[in-house]
């Protein structure tokens, strides 16, 4: 892991500030997965509901919405992922 040697209480202010920012860039690019994966449920939903006499329609509408779980649920690992690395590389040193 390219972090493994930073201990927070050798970090200087800068430091501390870059560590900041990049958990915040990882709630935002959460927020962003979230927000395209609700857009497309949406627009799949709205295909699926006023244009369901069309077969082509209907099988786009159900593949529009389930991509837009699926970016859901892949925006959460991702999420998670990161916010791992992040907190262990974050660690205290150990004793000794």
Do not use: Q
């Not at 972090?3 to 935002?28: F, G, Q, V, W």
């Not at 962003?32 to 295909?47: H, P």
């Amino acid at each position: 892991m390219p972090y493994s040697k930073i201990y927070p209480d050798k970090m200087i202010l800068r430091d501390h500030l870059a560590y900041d920012r990049t958990i915040l860039a990882n709630e935002r690019t959460f927020l962003s997965y979230s927000r395209t994966s609700i857009t497309l449920i949406i627009a799949g939903g709205t295909l699926i509901k006023f244009l369901h006499m069309e077969v082509f329609m209907l099988c786009l509408g159900i593949l529009v919405f389930s991509l837009g779980v699926l970016v859901f649920f892949f925006g959460i690992r991702r999420y998670a992922a990161v916010k791992k690395r992040l907190s262990v590389a974050y660690e205290e040193p150990p004793e000794g």
